[in-house]
């Protein structure tokens, strides 16, 4: 090992330095344990600050500066110092970057490329959460106790699709989770899937959801004025070992399917939304049965495309508001005499009997399957039904 960093700016401190001032409001540098500047402004800290910080997680502050050492093993790599203004909160930011660092000041040392380490650890992210590896072999690798149970946090930015910068924006926002989730803990992974970001936090806590829901909130609120989106985070829940991680993020990507429609939602939990989770499971084995229909719903949902009616629609919120007619005609934005018109007429062209409660749970199962509110749930779309023979006729 050679006895000093390499020459040149180390792009992954120099981005973890941008994300520390983006959170901060501060300017940064970055130091090696000789006490050479790597990024930012120099500074010349006095030496009993330079031995404070040399045994790593200590946060040293002296009027508007504050520092905190990096560590590895006993063994000093360097410190990251943060100029703002006096009194600032910083402890948080600064612990989660001093644990990031590790790895990329170790590959600075080894004259590495920190590019290609930070890739392929969060590449082997990636396929613990999405099962494609065996855990066993992907937990050696990252260090990680195979049988540790661990939460799993999902992110969404719900950045609009014609953006410019989304990817950018994106890779940035995931530097600041991998910060807040190292605060919280040293071993946390953080990795991108489905348009979303996501962090595996190994637990000892067996009960974690209320810790987690008060650490995403405050996530999402520096993630919401950093990137100026409507962000929104999912606590999945707990897997038990590594294996099941896959599955308690399919529940997180869930949760966040369910809160899409509530911007003002910044997260929500299993247990806030198990309902929902419930019922997004049950209308995916319905989606999988086409076979499955009450064939006079999908007609009506036809004969709206095709006369510019809202029957279908009306129907569907008439039987969520447990037959509010004042309720459901307020979220349509109609008089209540037009609900009642058109739930009549639905029925009509149907065949309903909405007094029969097992009709109604159909047409509320059905009617939500064929996402006829655009406002509602954004639940699974199945493919258009082909109408039946019996066209519904006016």
Not at 220 to 245: F, M, N
């Amino acid at each position: 090992m050679s006895s000093g960093p390499a020459d040149g700016p180390p792009g992954d401190l120099t981005a973890l330095a941008a994300t520390v001032a983006a959170l901060t409001g501060g300017r940064v540098t970055v130091q090696d344990d000789a006490g050479r500047t790597l990024v930012g402004p120099a500074l010349t800290p006095a030496p009993d600050v330079r031995r404070r910080l040399r045994t790593g997680e200590e946060i040293v502050t002296t009027d508007d500066l504050h520092a905190i050492g990096v560590a590895e093993g006993g063994r000093p790599l360097g410190s990251i110092w943060v100029r703002t203004r006096p009194g600032a909160d910083v402890a948080e930011t600064l612990l989660g970057a001093a644990r990031l660092a590790v790895p990329r000041f170790v590959d600075l040392y080894h004259r590495g490329d920190p590019a290609a380490r930070a890739a392929t650890r969060e590449d082997l992210a990636h396929s613990l959460l999405t099962g494609r590896l065996n855990p066993a072999s992907i937990a050696a690798h990252l260090g990680v106790d195979p049988d540790a149970a661990a939460s799993v946090v999902a992110v969404d930015l719900r950045d609009p699709p014609n953006r410019p910068g989304r990817e950018v924006r994106r890779a940035e926002a995931a530097e600041i989770v991998s910060v807040h989730a190292a605060a919280l803990r040293g071993d946390a992974l953080v990795t991108h899937a489905c348009g979303q970001i996501y962090a595996m936090l190994p637990e000892k806590n067996t009960d974690p959801e209320r810790t987690l829901s008060a650490w995403a909130d405050r996530l999402v609120t520096a993630l919401r004025a950093y990137t100026r989106t409507p962000v929104q985070a999912a606590v999945g829940g707990l897997a038990p070992d590594l294996s099941a991680i896959p599955e308690v993020k399919l529940r997180a990507h869930q949760i966040l399917k369910i809160i899409a429609p509530d911007p003002a939602r910044t997260v929500a939990t299993h247990t806030s939304v198990r309902a929902g989770v419930v019922l997004l499971d049950v209308l995916d084995l319905l989606a999988q049965r086409p076979d499955v229909r009450h064939p006079a719903l999908d007609d009506l949902a036809v004969h709206d495309r095709e006369h510019g009616t809202e029957l279908a629609r009306s129907l569907r919120l008439y039987l969520d508001a447990f037959g509010d007619v004042g309720k459901a005609a307020r979220a349509l934005h109609v008089h209540p005499n037009t609900l009642r018109h058109r739930v009549r007429r639905a029925a009509e062209l149907t065949g309903l009997d909405l007094d029969d409660p097992d009709e109604r749970l159909v047409a509320m199962l059905q009617l939500r399957l064929l996402n006829t509110d655009p406002t509602g749930p954004a639940f699974p779309v199945p493919a258009p039904h082909r109408p039946s023979r019996r066209s519904i006729r006016t």
